[in-house]
């Protein structure tokens, strides 16, 4: 735990962070930035086990090894999905949402 | 001196992940979300959990970001503007985000945490332990079950990447049979 630092300011801090991350899932229309919020609202997520581990239950380690789940799970989804934008960007030169209708051919 | 360290994390944290989603240039997006991720490390190094901090490090700055980076290039050019978002639709997301964060805020302020005031370090090696533990509380199903997904995933990406460019005269039918091949 942080020294003079509660719960409820770390906990804050990682709702503005995901709900940011929310705001830009909603407005943008290219797809690498969508990836971009996705990824601000996973290391809130991330943020909130570690927290909820060390201020609450010291004694366990349950939060922190699955705050490392989250950040393996994250890497792999974004070189996936990096993956399929470029494949996309290949078949119809465009990695804007409207522009994709067509995932299957 | 920590909680002067915690408050200015948090705020280049924010106005960084603000600038993320409405900065209009993609490259410049992508390195204000570097620093977000680095500002999360620097959180993890504040809870004294410094094996998560440096994974962040070393993953989202070293790897991902990187990814990101040349992802923009291959399919970008660098000074390429994004379009402007309608500001009806940026109202209505902000309106819906901020309601959302206002309930989340009431909900975790009003709930009564039960905080103990015992400060012990996350060592590396009661992590491994864990991770590879059979016993109760262990983790190896999980451990291992990550590492088949990673390598379904590296085979995935490859084998998704490769895909056959769009000829004037390969049609969609036959493209996707060259795929399956």
Known sequence: ?105 | MERILFYIIAAIMIVFALATVTSRKVLRAVMYLLFVLIGVSGIYFLIDYSFLGAIQIVVYGGGVIVLFIFSVLLIHHVELELEVTPLKKKIIAGLLSAAGLGITLWAIITYPFKAVNTSQPIEVSEIGNKLLSYGDGGFILPFEVISVLLLAVMIGAIVIAKGKKLGKGVSRKEAGAQNEN
């Open chain 1, 1 to 105: 735990m942080i020294e003079g630092i509660s719960i409820y300011e770390i906990l804050s801090l990682s709702s503005i962070l995901f709900f940011i991350g929310i705001y830009g899932f909603f407005t943008r229309e290219n797809l690498i930035m969508v990836l971009m919020s996705i990824e601000l609202i996973l290391n809130a997520a991330a943020v909130n086990f570690v927290v909820i581990n060390t201020y609450l239950y010291p004694d366990f380690l349950q939060g922190a090894i699955f705050s490392i789940f989250i950040i393996a799970l994250a890497a792999a989804e974004t070189a996936l999905a990096i993956a399929i934008i470029i494949n996309l960007y290949k078949l119809v030169t465009s990695v804007e949402v409207k522009d994709t209708e067509v995932m299957k051919y």
